[in-house]
């Protein structure tokens, strides 16, 4: 089967209000701008920045200000090998005063042995051009491969300021200018970049499409419908160019894939997100083991890695199953798409993912049960969530089925009030699953997406938290619980069992405790990987293609290892002073003398007039009374503490 191989996605759409003689002028002229001499533009990593002030304006002109003796600033890696005749480096700038001495340290290791002194950049109140050779020093440096990197040090004086733009290597013969043109390498370029590739091409180049749909009244969200599949093959490379899989061309049920466009409000983005269905199993992650081959894989926009640090928590708290990922580069029918975090989907699956029998279930409480045309069973805890399914199919399941997987879930939900939750629930997993949104520092109400599995349906199986998913809310609730404590969790930490309660403060003290500083680990170490140069040099060029701004791993990392830092401060304390609670016999909370207190919206008081105190779960004051009611600003749960006991309560 012949699978054709398009234009440019947005010239194949000028293509159709363009008349032939106008179509072939462009066409010709694209040709002919192919064979010139090119030049590969340069961007600076804000974050590699020393003694330097230095700003993006827009997506090539950078505003810098010198703030010591020795300011310099490195270029993300080249996202491509130098051609041949590529060696001048220029630029355009306007600068306030002389920069002394422009020097150029070509990476990785910086030294004066691997520098080239340039000069001075004079002063200059317009626009003008800068260039120097660099000929001698690539090649006796051997600099110039894909991923490489250049320091450029501004001279030795403080207050220095610069607007400098349209930084590029260039001929020392035909310099075609800045392009933004850049961004759609081949597929040999896009592979030097340094991440693995995955090059997919549908029968006649056919792009998938879906439309989109709102929420019915009553329900919230905005999702998709009509979502095609698009049959065609899909092929990875390593970065050192080996093919490392070929699904082959389609043919239904034996080879090659289908590709269509995935999720809800992210698909209305207009870098879309995909799924993969293979046609016969295989692991596109391709580690070696059978066990891991599967036919469900997407392809998921991960901004600022959220979504992959989400998984590595996931993984460190101990859960059931994390889905495995990988940065790779994405081509679809020869264009250049982007970085993707190619990702395991969330499903059954006995050798690897999750593990339910035939005779259990995997369901998701789901805001977006609208969109899955009645193929859900009902929840009574809100009523925008309703229960979809991932296993079994819902249109596989007779009346009875469908009746018990309801079943279980109403009593799931009841439990807590009742006191009978342990005998439904594994509390160590639901435990597990709390903990790693706490350290996330979810704001999602809902804590993201929420899936339940239940191994078989027998009695002794009990409901479990298999997986986190979906982590764009993460690092936002700063000082605070996540948000997932006022779902059903609520009820959890307010029930008169605390079996869930000692769960929680035993799987903190045993897992949780120590997850933050693995977490700053692990960071540190992809920091100084080759992957994340790869990562970084692909993303120059992802913002480049889509018109985005999303962060380089530098800044990323920054941000979260400042967060898991703060964070593991944060926790440790609140944990402590909890853990103290309950060591320290507080069980039988709202027993007694306790039943004495009474809660009326955010107000709280005592029934008696006596005096009382509200602590956080931090073991801080945040009210006194004398016999008052006070009223407390935040929700969550809090410990009341009156003459002769506690009393947990819980505020919404």
């Given amino acids: 089967m012949i699978i054709k191989q398009p234009l440019n996605l947005k010239t194949t759409e000028m293509c159709k209000f363009l008349c032939p003689k106008i179509l072939l002028l462009i066409l010709l002229a694209g040709a002919c701008a192919v064979n010139a001499s090119a030049s590969l533009n340069l961007y600076f990593n804000i974050g590699s920045g020393n003694q330097i002030g230095i700003t993006l304006a827009n997506d ?73 050779n660099i000929s001698d020093e690539i090649k006796k440096m051997s600099w110039g491969a894909a991923s490489s990197v250049l320091r450029m040090d501004f001279g030795t004086k403080p207050g220095v300021g610069i607007i400098l733009r349209h930084l590029r290597i260039t001929s020392a013969t035909s310099d075609p200018g800045w392009s933004s043109d850049n961004a759609n390498p081949d597929l040999a370029s896009t592979i030097s970049l340094g991440l693995p590739v995955l090059d997919i091409a549908t029968v006649d180049a056919e792009e998938p499409t879906c439309d989109r749909v709102s929420a019915p009244e009553g329900s919230i969200g905005a999702g998709i419908t009509n979502a095609t599949k698009v049959p065609g093959y899909v092929r990875r490379y390593e970065p050192d160019g080996l093919l490392s899989y070929d699904s082959g061309d389609y043919v239904d049920g034996e080879s090659g894939m289908t590709l269509k466009i995935r999720g809800n409000t992210s ?65 679809i ?45 009902p929840s009574t805890l809100a009523p925008v969530w309703n229960y979809t399914f991932k296993y079994p199919d819902f249109e596989d399941m007779d009346n009875a089925a469908k009746s018990y997987v309801a079943d279980v879930m109403m009593r799931y939900e009841l439990s807590p009030s009742k006191g009978d939750y342990d005998e439904l629930i594994d509390c160590e997993s639901f435990a597990a699953w709390l ?20 191994y078989d349906d027998t009695p002794s ?19 605070a619980w996540c948000n997932s404590h006022l779902y059903y969790y609520d009820k959890l930490f307010g029930s008169n069992n605390n079996a ?9 003290q045993n897992t949780g405790s120590t997850v933050c500083d693995r977490m700053v680990e692990r960071l540190t170490r992809f920091q100084e990987s080759p992957e994340a140069v790869a990562y970084d040099a692909s993303m120059v060029l992802t913002n480049l293609h889509w018109g985005l701004a999303v962060k380089m791993s530098q800044q990323c990392t920054g941000r979260s290892v400042k967060w898991y830092t703060g964070r593991q401060r944060w926790l440790k304390n609140a944990m402590l002073s909890y853990v103290h609670f309950l060591e320290s016999g507080i069980d039988d909370i709202g027993t007694g003398s306790n039943a004495g207190i009474v809660v009326q919206g955010r107000k709280v008081f005592a029934s008696n007039g006596g005096p009382f105190v509200v602590l956080n779960m931090a073991g801080c004051r945040v009210a006194v009374s004398n016999g008052e009611p006070v009223e407390i600003a935040g929700p969550g749960f809090y410990i009341v503490v009156v003459s002769g006991g506690c009393k947990k309560i819980v505020l919404k």
């Fill in 435 to 454: 903990i790693g949104h706490d350290i996330l520092g979810t704001l999602d109400y809902g804590g993201s997406n929420m899936y339940f599995s239940k």
């Fill in 60 to 132: 090539d002109e950078y505003t810098i200000v010198t703030s010591g003796a020795d300011p310099y600033v490195s270029t993300m890696g080249l996202s491509r090998p130098l051609d041949k005749d590529e060696t001048v480096l220029t630029f355009e700038y306007v600068s306030t005063a002389d920069v002394d001495m422009l020097q150029l340290f070509f990476g990785p290791a910086y030294s004066e042995a691997r520098s080239k002194r340039c000069g001075m950049v004079p002063v200059s109140a317009g626009w003008k051009t800068y260039s120097v």
């Fill in 333 to 377: 029918n020869g264009e250049y798409r982007g970085v993707y975090l190619l990702c395991e989907a969330v499903e059954r699956n006995t050798d690897c993912r999750i593990n339910v029998s035939k005779t259990g279930f995997i369901v998701e409480l789901d805001a977006y049960w609208w969109n899955e045309g009645g193929a859900y069973v």
């Fill in 461 to 479: 199986s009990k409901i479990r938290r298999p997986t986190m998913w979906d982590f764009d809310s993460s690092e936002q609730t700063k000082d």
């Fill in 267 to 331: 698909a209305w983005q207009l870098r879309k997100p995909y799924k993969i269905k293979l046609q016969k199993k295989a692991d596109l992650l391709c580690r070696g083991d059978k066990k891991y081959n599967d036919k469900n894989w997407v392809l998921l926009n991960d901004y600022d890695m959220m979504l992959r640090n989400g998984m590595w928590v996931n993984e460190l708290v101990g859960l059931d199953w994390t889905p495995q990922c990988q940065y790779v580069n994405v081509r």
């Fill in 500 to 508: 869930f309660v000692r769960a929680y403060a035993r799987y903190w």
